[in-house]
């Protein structure tokens, strides 16, 4: 705001002192939040990314606007126009007062010179300006009182007392209804934190355990203090521990996408599928900080459901219905400790390089954890490189999609799109009954993998006529042409045969228990118990992701 403003001074001859401010996030093609005092919307905070830069800027509306133009202060312009309309150009004749800024495209406060609309707007060359939005100027202003925190808790204090009260009772009662062990999803984020609080009201810490995920890319601040809350509150933790996983599995997948989450089937599924199975065989009620206003998604979702990625859990969330406010305003009543990320500006608190984040979250990122910023951005910089893409590929984030979003296309460029990011097997077809595994590392001496893959597709491996070696690659050779979907089945099976994680994911799921650890490396499947129900297939986050990325990279090209 000081930036916005050119200095203290004159950012607080308009902006009120001692409130409690508001952030909260709106939509933008970046990172964006729209800013909040006494109820009343004073501007957009926003990461801009257009014109190829990445920047903080700060936009005024309402009644900031208002009093900008009563005070003089910061950038504005009194108009000689009967009214303001949005995408009108007003000319540089027309400016009756101003205070301009040297950079084209900075926002700046606009009235009418009888004060009757207001409006925001965008210097362009010559002085002119692009208006953005106008309005009807209505009768702003901000409260004489200056409550802390502590005194909006105490105002909302029979609220939260109500809402507790009622998440407290749901708790009980779907424990009553189901009677399975309970732990609680702590992500070391403020939801989870309620969700864990309200857990041990209702049923006392000897009933209730912390299920902690550490995919190994969480910060380390969160690690430690989720060990610290545990302890304060006195519940056993049970820690779903991915170790380096994520980084062994990069170097096959690729980068990460918000179209291509195999690190959450990697890093958080995986592991935590098998120690919910190793702990709790026989089912288990996880209760988690979903709620419903953090995305659209999750508004459709039901209070309890059953875990479609994790067999025999029965999922509920008892604060569905609470505000990210309400959440806060509790926190605060309960005097709970919090995450200190969250003073730093972090408001997502799982792994620091998920490709969820908004280029404003890196950039608080190499602000505050540069050693962690420099090892992603050397990694991405390394792909790009070996891929031949352009630096905005890494700059502008476009490594967060396989196939990213017009708007984001049309502010970041749309060339240098990678036409795949694995390194994982690649089927080839070289006639109708011969098939071609290659990759980039030696096949030798292993027909004997894919052979052992394939008992799990029983009628597949029955028109396999012959495996061998050929110049580090295999050579497949069929019975008879294969359909579409054999040959996809084929591939997943190369996948799984030569590219294995040991993540286990597929063993979790095997009904006959038939998959176990290979020495040699990967896994192996027990072909005298196995079923060949070909569930594993289906699981795999290779044999899943890998041939779904390949195929969006190449609708990405096309398009």
């Not at 994982?424 to 011969?434: D, N, W």
């Not at 591939?491 to 045969?497: M, S």
């Amino acid at each position: 705001l000081e930036e916005y403003f050119g200095s203290a001074g004159d950012a607080w001859r308009v902006l009120p002192r001692r409130k409690i401010v508001l952030a909260n996030k709106i939509q933008y093609p970046d990172h964006a939040e729209e800013i909040v005092i006494d109820g009343q919307v004073v501007g957009h905070l926003i990461y801009d990314i257009s014109r190829g830069e990445r920047r903080w800027r700060f936009r005024p509306l309402y009644a900031l606007v208002g009093r900008m133009i009563e005070e003089e202060a910061g950038y504005f312009a009194v108009v000689d126009a009967p009214k303001l309309s949005r995408g009108y150009v007003i000319k540089r004749s027309r400016l009756l007062k101003k205070n301009l800024p040297e950079r084209r495209d900075e926002y700046v406060a606009l009235a009418t010179s009888d004060m009757r609309y207001l409006g925001v707007g965008a210097v362009l060359r010559g002085e002119r300006i692009y208006v953005l939005k106008s309005w009807t100027r209505r009768l702003y202003s901000f409260g004489d009182k200056d409550p802390s925190i502590l005194e909006a808790v105490r105002r909302n204090e029979d609220a939260l007392r109500e809402m507790e009260e009622e998440a407290i009772a749901f708790v009980r009662s779907i424990y009553e209804k189901f009677r399975l062990p309970v732990v609680v999803s702590f992500s070391g984020g403020k939801d989870s934190l309620v969700t864990l609080k309200i857990a041990v009201e209702a049923l006392g810490p000897e009933k209730v355990a912390v299920l902690f995920n550490n995919t190994g890319i969480e910060f380390p601040e969160t690690i430690e203090y989720v060990y610290h809350v545990a302890e304060s509150m006195g519940v056993k933790i049970l820690v779903a521990d991915a170790g380096d996983a994520f980084w062994r599995a990069v170097e096959i997948f690729g980068p990460p996408a918000r179209d291509y989450r195999w690190c959450c089937k990697v890093a958080k599924l995986a592991p935590i599928g098998r120690l919910l199975k190793e702990n709790f065989p026989d089912g288990v009620l996880s209760l988690v900080g979903q709620r419903r206003f953090e995305s659209a998604s999750r508004a459709l979702s039901p209070r309890v459901w059953r875990n479609a990625w994790l067999p025999k859990v029965m999922a509920a969330s008892p604060i569905l219905d609470w505000t990210a406010l309400a959440v806060w305003l509790y926190i605060y009543w309960r005097r709970l400790p919090v995450n200190k990320l969250y003073y730093m500006g972090f408001d997502r608190l799982g792994c620091w390089l998920c490709p969820a984040v908004e280029l404003g979250e890196l950039d608080l990122l190499e602000r505050w954890k540069p050693g962690l910023a420099k090892k992603w951005a050397s990694y991405l910089s390394s792909f790009a490189s070996e891929r031949g893409l352009p630096k905005a590929w890494v700059d502008m984030g476009l490594w967060r999609w396989i196939l990213p979003p017009k708007d984001i296309l049309r502010v970041a460029g749309e060339d240098g799109l990678p036409e795949s990011r694995d390194h994982a097997v690649l089927l080839i077809e070289e006639g109708e009954t011969r098939y071609v595994l290659r990759t980039g590392r030696s096949l030798e001496g292993s027909p004997s993998r894919l052979l052992n893959m394939l008992s799990s597709l029983p009628l597949l491996k029955e028109k396999v006529a012959a495996v061998e070696e050929a110049g580090g690659h295999l050579l497949v050779a069929t019975k008879r042409p294969l359909t579409e979907e054999e040959k996809k089945d084929l591939e997943k099976a190369a996948l799984r045969a030569y590219n294995c994680l040991q993540c286990m994911e597929c063993a979790t799921w095997c009904p006959q228990q038939a998959i176990v650890l290979d020495p040699k490396g990967g896994v192996r499947i027990l072909e005298d118990i196995c079923a060949g129900c070909s569930l594993c297939n289906r699981k795999c986050p290779l044999a899943e992701y890998v041939p779904k990325a390949r195929e969006l990279a190449r609708r990405a090209k096309a398009s």
